[in-house]
Nanobody
Framework: EVQLVESGGGLVQAGGSLRLSCSASGFTFDDNAIGWFRQVPGKEREGVASISFLDDSTYYGDSVKGRFTISTDNDKNTVYLQMNSLKPEDTARYYC???????????????????WGQGTQVTVSS
């Protein structure tokens, strides 16, 4: 059984930083894809960042480029999202997602992405 468990969310002031972690069990990173999405109530889930292990390509949503970085620790089966220069509009629940097809997760229909975590809340105060 695949499990994705997020951690690292919290309350931070605008301009600050947070690092989210997603620990994956029952899921190997080989030839797969993993990433982060976020959602606020009443809005669609937005793709934030993803990595494809076929060629280690990384993908970022336009709103986070230059501020967020996705990385992995393959030995720990963990993916991270380093978030810098946070803005109030980054406030959302952040979800880890994984799929068994390589490539970017960001534009992939949410319904076809196989695995989701429960999410971790990030709140950025102004």
């Amino acid at each position: 059984e695949v499990q994705l468990v997020e951690s690292g969310g919290g309350l931070v002031q605008a301009g600050g930083s947070l690092r989210l972690s997603c620990s994956a069990s029952g899921f190997t990173f080989d030839d797969n894809a993993i990433g982060w999405f976020r959602q606020v109530p009443g809005k669609e889930r937005e793709g934030v960042a993803s990595i494809s292990f076929l060629d280690d390509s990384t993908y970022y949503g336009d709103s986070v480029k230059g501020r967020f970085t996705i990385s992995t620790d393959n030995d720990k089966n963990t993916v991270y999202l380093q978030m810098n220069s946070l803005k109030p509009e980054d406030t959302a629940r952040y979800y880890c997602a994984a799929d068994q097809l390589p490539g970017s997760l960001l534009k992939r229909p949410r319904a076809v992405i196989h695995y989701w975590g429960q999410g971790t809340q990030v709140t950025v105060s102004s």
